[in-house]
């Protein structure tokens, strides 16, 4: 079996099963994303390591394939380095896109929040002080 055949094979157990990918993901708490990539063979957009493999295993148990001998099917076909290529942390743990929110925007409605209440808390403070 090639690398290319490993996802298809995936896609046909489920598709057998009569198994959706969106069942998948809600069962699993997997994303949608890296489900798909899975079917596709893009380890791109899969988390490095260790999660790549629990990806992988949970999938097989979920459309009723052998998980260890699919976890090493999956290891024969894309060597270890390349598991530890992927994406930035938002898709390391399988976390949607649409799930994340940047720090960066949590900084100004940090200081908005905190300005606002120390304002109210001033004025407060001038009105009942007579």
Known sequence: MTAGEFGNRL????????????????ETRISMRALEALERNDISQLPG???????????????GLD??????????????????????????????????????MLVPWLLLVTGVALVVALLMYLFFRR
């Open 11 to 26: 896609r046909e157990a489920r598709e057998r099963r009569g198994i959706t990918l969106r069942q998948i993901a809600v």
């Open 49 to 63: 390591g260790i999660f790549s493999r629990a990806f992988v295993r949970t999938y097989a148990v979920q459309v």
């Open 67 to 104: 998980p260890e001998a699919t976890v090493e099917e999956f290891l024969r076909h894309f060597p270890h380095e390349e598991l530890q290529a992927g994406h930035p942390p938002s898709y390391r743990f399988g976390i949607e896109d649409s799930e994340m929110q940047p720090a960066s």
